[in-house]
């Protein structure tokens, strides 16, 4: 093939996959309205047992909340919760003491995401399935028998899973979600393979919006000594955390 014929092959795919993105953003049944911005400092003190004031009378429109959360960086528990947001994270509360968490922790922080809705899920087509969802924003959702596994999109960021589903011949160059991996994830969550999974149940993308009321980021703290300990040790543990077995980073 001359270098025209590649260059124009290139330019061909670039065009299918950008339709193909955009095309699932269009086509997910996306309707109602994100948690008002308040809802998070409620929820951060609801969590923590303080006193939190009135409950936002929120209810997400996907009918479901997913309540997180994290200690540096790692998913320390997570709650499925209905549509109604003051009843989802007082029952997260519950949920994340029955599981032996400290709540005043305040190496903890935690997220709550309102489902928006959920549209169809692009897969079987290479390269192009990995563009399926929309990093930040966009879940899968598992569904067999009644039951329902989920994978947030603040669980796929944290773990790097908006990248990496194809893997190109350039070092480091990668990009998309890996699906057809994500499905399989879900399926174990339901206790099923993930031939069952296809066969019997249905996977979809979800949108959802997140709340947190974690501290900005960079922080402003003062420039003492305490200071800079606490945070050349947080570097280290953030270089070892992203270790490879072989070394590299």
Not at 208 to 220: L, S
Request: glycine letters at 12%; proline letters at 6%.
């Amino acid at each position: 093939m001359t270098r025209r014929g590649r260059l124009g092959g290139l330019l061909a795919w670039a065009v299918l996959a950008v339709a193909t993105f955009v095309g699932a953003g269009v086509r997910a049944d996306i309707a109602g309205e994100a948690p008002p911005a308040d809802a998070a400092a409620w929820g951060e003190a609801t969590l923590r047992g303080a006193d939190a004031g009135s409950a936002p009378s929120y209810e997400a429109p996907g009918r479901a909340v997913l309540v997180h959360a994290w200690r540096k960086g790692s998913l320390a528990a997570r709650f499925v919760g209905g549509a109604a947001l003051a009843a989802a994270v007082p029952a997260a509360r519950e949920a994340f003491l029955a599981q032996g968490l400290d709540l005043a922790d305040p190496s903890l922080r935690f997220s709550a995401e309102a489902v928006l809705g959920e549209g169809p899920l692009l897969r079987g087509v290479p390269f192009l399935d990995a563009l399926s969802l929309l990093p930040l924003h966009d879940g899968m959702v598992a569904e067999l028998d009644g039951q329902r596994a989920w994978v947030s999109p603040e669980e796929l960021r944290s773990s790097g899973l908006y990248d990496g589903g194809v893997v190109t011949g350039f070092p480091d160059f990668t990009f998309g979600s890996p699906v057809e991996d994500l499905v399989g994830r879900l399926a174990r969550d339901l206790g099923v393979s993930k031939t069952d999974l296809d066969a019997r149940g249905r996977v979809r993308r979800f949108r959802a919006v997140t709340r947190t009321d974690a501290a900005p980021y960079p922080a402003e703290v003062d420039l003492t000594e305490d200071a800079l300990r606490a945070a050349a040790r947080e570097g280290a543990a953030f270089l070892i955390r992203h270790q490879n077995p072989d070394g590299r980073w």
